[in-house]
């Protein structure tokens, strides 16, 4: 049983509040999307209106990515969402961390520099070894009590992330909360049960694939993206050369898994039966029978649409994640946005990833019963599995 803030003391408390506020970044290193920073105002205002001393922790990016920065602009924009002041620090642990955490002032919020500044927090531990790293070692002490509010990163098992419930009190944020309430039960959803995947993260799409078929979970995969090229071409079809390197790059060794689904599976799983490239500046859809092209694949057609948008209209729940298209460029974007509407008609929709929701956004659809900040994290519980930063909580 995980406790939340209903049963947190807060007032004069010290509290960690890990958070994801992992985000694009513009070439400018300003932020380029605020949603997640936005999806956590309620936990950091609650906070801070019950008088705690709020900590802010936080991963940016990867070691070696473009938008591997510090946490300087978040925390100018959190204070722009909040309404408590919110500072900056450019440390995360050691004295210079646990002086300003003891100074700070009930109904504050103090941001802490990037975790992954330090090497421990790309590393994955058991709780009770990530609890002697440097860096919870290094912060504990200052602090009364930890909240976990990074759904997003909770399917990692980092210090940040698992290390402290093990040394202070733990407790759940408001978004770890409603995100656990809405995807922890999935196996209770109405039936019949569609899972769309789309995007490019081919390799965790084919996982989630093999695990929701195999423990009957879905009852259909509709796949569309990189994933339906993927699946297209492990189908024997021809897609030409530059979608099929683009399959390459994405799936390497998961397409030999994509082509043992197909075996198994073939009647649950679902390939767009026609794909949109652009010709002479124009969107052109071809039927899958008339490839290969020399152009490369960037979305579904119309018909697949109708295809699928048939099949989710009976459908008792909806799960999507990716899009179905380069939703950047709007020719290509059309997929994404009419498959995402046709979903709106099933009983029970949950959408999840972080460039879907980006694309949501764009596209200016919502109704959905439940969009998730997370996308491996949503499918890490989508597929039936625990997550670790909820197992250390409990
Ligand atoms: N047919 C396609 N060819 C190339 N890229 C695609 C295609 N369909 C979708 N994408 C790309 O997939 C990316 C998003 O995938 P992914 O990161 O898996 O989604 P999420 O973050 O929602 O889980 C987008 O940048 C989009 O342009
Ligand atoms: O953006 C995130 O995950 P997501 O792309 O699966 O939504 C989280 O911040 C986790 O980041 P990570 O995948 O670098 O550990």
């Known amino acids: 049983m995980v406790r939340t803030l209903d049963d947190f003391d807060a007032a004069n408390a010290a509290v960690g509040v890990r958070v994801d506020i992992n985000s694009p970044i513009a070439a400018d290193g300003s932020l380029a999307d605020d949603t997640r920073l936005r999806a956590h105002v309620d936990t950091l205002g ?21 938008d591997f920065t510090t946490l300087a602009a978040h925390a100018a924009r959190l204070d722009d969402l909040l309404d408590a002041p919110v500072d900056y620090l450019d440390a995360t642990f050691g004295s210079t961390a646990r002086d300003a955490v003891d100074a700070l002032e009930p109904g504050r919020v103090l941001v802490l520099e990037n975790t992954r500044f330090y090497s421990e927090e790309v590393m994955s531990f058991p709780p009770e070894v990530a609890a002697e790293t440097h860096l919870v070692a290094g912060l504990s002490p200052a602090l009364d009590a930890y909240v976990n509010d990074a759904f997003a990163a909770a399917h990692r098992s980092q210090p940040s992330l698992v290390g402290f419930p093990a040394v202070v009190p733990g407790y759940a ?43 009957g979970l879905a009852d259909t995969v509709l796949t569309c993206g990189v994933v339906g090229n993927t699946f297209l071409h492990a189908s024997g079809v021809e897609l030409g050369a530059e979608s099929t390197n683009v399959v390459k790059d994405r799936a390497g060794e998961a397409l030999t898994r994509a082509e043992r689904l197909l075996e198994e599976y073939g009647d649950r799983i679902r390939v767009p039966v026609d794909v949109a490239v652009e010709r002479d500046g124009e969107r052109v859809e071809i039927p899958v029978e008339d490839l290969p092209t020399t152009e490369p694949a960037m979305d579904v057609g119309s018909e697949t649409v109708g295809v699928y948008g048939d099949l989710l209209a009976d459908t008792g729940t909806a799960i999507l994640n990716g899009p179905a298209g380069v939703f950047e460029m709007d020719v290509f974007a059309v ?38 900040t997370g996308g491996g994290a949503a499918l890490t519980l989508l597929t039936g599995e625990s997550l670790p930063a909820v197992e250390a909580l409990s």
């Open 46 to 66: 609650e906070l801070a209106a019950r008088d705690a001393r709020v900590v802010v922790l936080a991963h940016q990016g990867r070691p070696g990515g473009d």
């Open 173 to 215: 944020g408001r978004v770890m909360e409603r995100e656990l309430d809405a995807l922890g039960d999935i196996g209770s959803t109405p039936t019949p049960r569609v899972y769309v995947l789309g995007g490019a993260k081919v390799d965790d799409s084919i996982d989630v694939a093999s695990s929701v078929l195999d423990s």
């Open 335 to 372: 997929g994404t946005r009419e498959l995402y509407r046709a979903a709106q008609a099933a009983e029970y929709t949950v959408v999840g990833g972080g460039d879907t929701a980006s694309a949501l956004r764009q596209l200016g659809l919502s109704g959905f019963d439940h969009v998730s």
